[in-house]
């Protein structure tokens, strides 16, 4: 079965940092385009950041609003895909999705949630 | 890319076919999606490149359109439809969505 599981979330305080975790199963991750999407309470759905696939050199883009403050990584060893934000601000106050990029966003993670706050 | 959406809200029948708009601000050609929310849940994908249905599915949900106007339709409305409905583009980085479109029955 498919399945992302996303887990690191918790409270931080503002300028702050946090990692967040997405372990895949079920596929290889290096085989496929990942994003990070997230919400905040009572708001719609924000794309925060991809990573493309091996064969494109696992290249990254992201939102302008985290654009410097968080970086996408990988450990295709452990088929998991990370979100490293630093700076962290009220605004990203959020729940945050671990999401494959392939046939449009198909898999969407359980996941994740975010305060920060002091 | 500036995504819109509309209607914001609508009420409908049980049994009812409803239609909402997804628009783009510039050409996307089919690089768009559509996601249905229910709350506290995660997004469940529909549909991709503007009329493709994702595995799992019912035909009761169809997308169309390409370049800046898309629509999704939803046939034979049924309460567990009640939810919000948001499209995205991934044509171009950054990738937007819209605000979504809340349906529920009168």
């Known amino acids: 079965e498919v399945q992302l599981v996303e887990s690191g979330g918790g409270l931080v305080q503002p300028g702050g940092t946090l990692r967040l975790s997405c372990a895949a199963s079920g596929f290889t991750l290096s085989d496929r385009y990942m994003d990070w999407v997230r919400q905040a309470p009572g708001k719609g759905l924000e794309w925060v950041g991809r990573t493309e696939n091996k064969d494109r050199s696992y290249t990254t883009q992201y939102a302008a609003s985290v654009k410097g403050r968080f970086t996408i990584s990988r450990d295709d060893s452990k088929n998991s895909m990370y979100l490293h934000m630093n700076s962290l601000q009220s605004g990203d106050t959020a729940v945050y999705y671990c999401?494959?990029?392939?046939?449009?966003?198909?898999?969407w993670g359980q996941g994740t949630t975010v305060t920060v706050s002091s | 890319i500036q995504m819109t959406q509309s209607p914001s809200s609508l009420s409908a029948f049980v049994g009812d076919r409803v239609t909402m708009i997804c628009r783009a601000s510039?050409?996307?050609?089919?690089?768009l999606a559509w996601f249905q929310q229910k709350p506290g849940k995660a997004p469940r994908p529909l549909i991709y490149d503007a009329s493709s249905l994702n595995s799992g599915v019912p035909s009761k949900f169809s997308g169309s359109g390409s370049g800046t106007d898309f629509t999704l339709t939803i046939t034979s409305l049924q309460p567990e439809d009640s939810a919000t409905y948001y499209c995205?583009?991934?044509?171009?980085?950054?990738?937007?969505f819209g605000p979504g479109t809340k349906v529920d029955f009168k």
């Open positions: 510039q050409d996307i050609t089919i690089g």
């Open positions: 995205l583009q991934y044509r171009d980085y950054p990738f937007t």
């Open positions: 999401v494959r990029g392939y046939f449009g966003m198909d898999v």
